[in-house]
């Protein structure tokens, strides 16, 4: 059963930092690229980050480019993105996936940027 975690999400005020993590299990973790969305209420599900297996080729969304890093660890199957210059727009639930042949989505963790 394939199953991906996230955690991390939490209430912080603008400028703030938050360190969300993506649990993996049942993939063989180092042969999927993965990815950050992110979907703010009312809005459509929009692309964050993301990262290729290997962990040697990110890309971004323009609107988190310098402030965000994705990264990941093929040992503890885990997929990590560090959101730093928090801002009111960044609020959303984030999500990882996982892409191969098949794609999978975790169910998100909630990240709410307010002062």
């Known amino acids: 059963q394939v199953r991906l975690v996230e955690s991390g999400g939490d209430l912080v005020q603008p400028g703030g930092s938050l360190r969300l993590s993506c649990a993996a299990s049942g993939i063989l973790f180092s042969t999927y690229a993965m990815s950050w969305y992110r979907q703010a209420p009312g809005n459509e599900r929009e692309l964050v980050a993301s990262i290729s297996s290997t962990g040697g080729t990110t890309t971004y969304a323009d609107s988190v480019k310098e402030r965000f890093t994705i990264s990941r660890d093929n040992v503890k199957n885990t997929l990590y993105l560090q959101m730093n210059s928090l801002k009111l727009e960044d609020t959303a639930v984030y999500l990882c996936?996982?892409?191969?042949?098949?794609?999978?989505w975790g169910q998100g963790t909630q990240v709410t940027v307010s002062s």
């Open positions: 996936k996982a892409s191969r042949i098949l794609t999978y």
